[in-house]
């Protein structure tokens, strides 16, 4: 099975040898840390920085396994090393278990049962995410019966052959492809890797959601192809859309648009910066009959308002899910400039009592900063919002409390009114 699958073995350890107890991979590190510094991988935070760690017993390799003590020489955890990193070490377990492909396979399914529960009328979900699923640096998605792989860090490349071998094993899907071209990668010192995994398959492929259906390009897609996150806020939005003349401000592929047509919407506008993008929202639009209510526009969204503005149209129901405005702490108030700006341009557009959807995915603006900036826009256009629901990823995109970087999508719902 796993020989089908294209992965060439170079350097990397078998699954034999991760589950053999003389081997190299279980040769484990001893990691201790500065007095004080254990507080927070003790309330559950898997991230030991360089700067937290008092000594290294050893000379580990990017990716080697290692086990965590406090000042004291006390067991905190055990996870994976690597010098290269800021983030140095990533903590797997609490527990001192092995690290082999039971261990995986025991994190995997439980993965996938919690997706079982809670994911539903839909063939694409994420599957894995990462720290949300106690796998630091692994992403899973399904689009169909296709696999999306992500893979963040050195630690988890090493394990990458017997994830391979656990999803098939699990899940049969007809294929896997690579999507590890993110830019979190070079900060590990991994390359950038894209390809099929294993299996034979079309890369743009059909999902289905809540009964719209959409195009989805694997290869060459935003994230993995498809903004999965915001799977629950689109349905959210189908109960504000009957009747509506909606417009969809950073569209991608039309998940809100479609959604909101879907349900009944009188029209739909989205605009995006991407033609690729506009082009899968043009064939998703065709596959569920809804062509005929949407135009789909190339334009930049922050000029894009203010034209509409100056033509004096108006809408009854706007969408701004704009890309993270700042990746770092240091570009926050670049960032709130921009939210602030798509913001009340927005709320200018809407008629009275009109419905703004609003997202930031940006971690480092965190909600309560975000409804400031929609309160600081709002007097800014002169209207009142009513807060009628705050919300946020969809729950395959798990949040962890004692992690806070994995609590990142703030999505608010408002009514927008003269003040
Ligand atoms: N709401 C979408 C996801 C939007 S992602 C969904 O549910 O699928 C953000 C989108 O904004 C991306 O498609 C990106 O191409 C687009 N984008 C980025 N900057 C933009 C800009 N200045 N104007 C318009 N679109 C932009």
């Known amino acids: 099975m796993i020989a089908d699958c294209g992965l060439k073995n170079g350097d990397r350890l078998s699954t034999s040898e991760i589950c053999n107890p003389k081997s190299k991979m279980l040769a484990m590190v001893e ?10 991988p003790l309330a559950g935070h898997p991230w030991i920085y ?13 990716g080697e396994r290692a086990r965590v003590k406090d000042f004291r020489g006390r067991f905190i955890g055990m996870g994976y090393i690597n010098p290269r990193s800021q983030i140095t070490v990533r903590l797997l377990t609490w527990e ?5 492909e039971a261990f995986l396979q025991r994190r995997i399914r439980k993965a996938l049962e919690y997706r079982k529960r809670i994911v539903a009328d839909t063939d694409a979900c994420r599957l894995i995410s990462s720290e949300g699923d106690f796998l630091p640096g692994l992403i899973v998605d399904r689009y169909g019966d296709l696999l999306v792989l992500q893979i963040l860090t050195a630690g988890m490349e090493r394990l990458k052959e017997v994830v391979v071998q656990l999803l098939v094993q699990l899940l049969s899907p007809k294929g896997i492809y690579e999507r590890n071209d993110s830019p979190s990668r070079l900060l590990e010192g991994l390359e950038h890797q894209k390809g099929p995994l294993y299996g034979d398959f079309d890369r743009v492929v059909q999902i289905q959601e809540g009964g719209v259906k959409f195009w989805v390009d694997v ?8 903004f999965l996150d915001q799977r629950e806020n689109r349905f959210a939005l189908r109960g504000y859309a009957e009747g509506k003349e909606v417009l969809d401000g950073f569209c991608y592929s039309g998940g809100f648009a479609l959604n909101a047509l879907y349900a009944g919407a009188a029209s739909a506008v989205g605009i995006d910066l991407s033609p690729a993008a506009l082009d899968l929202a043009k064939r998703s639009a065709e596959a569920n009959g809804l062509a005929d209510r949407c135009t789909f526009k190339e334009a930049n969204a922050f000029d894009e308002l203010r034209a509409l503005e100056r033509t004096g149209r108006h809408f009854d129901l706007i969408i701004l899910d704009p890309p993270a405005f700042t990746r770092g702490k240091e570009a926050v108030a670049g960032a709130i400039r921009g939210y602030k700006e798509i913001n009340l341009r927005a709320m200018k557009l809407l008629r009275e009592g009109g419905i703004l959807l609003t997202c930031s995915c940006s971690y480092h ?8 900036v929609l309160q600081s826009a709002a007097l800014d256009a002169k209207k009142r919002l ?5 919300r946020t990823q969809a729950r395959d995109h798990l949040v962890l409390l004692g992690v806070k970087e994995t609590y990142y999508l703030k999505c608010a719902i408002l009514e927008v009114m003269r003040a």
């Open 50 to 62: 360089q700067g937290e760690i008092e000594r290294i017993e050893g000379d580990p390799e990017p």
């Open 96 to 100: 001192e278990e092995a690290i082999d």
């Open 365 to 372: 603006l965190d909600a309560e900063t975000f409804l400031g």
């Open 31 to 40: 990691v201790t840390l500065l007095r004080g510094r254990e507080r927070r």
């Open 386 to 390: 009513r807060l009628l629901e705050l």
């Open 219 to 226: 290869a060459e897609g935003q994230k993995t192809g498809f």
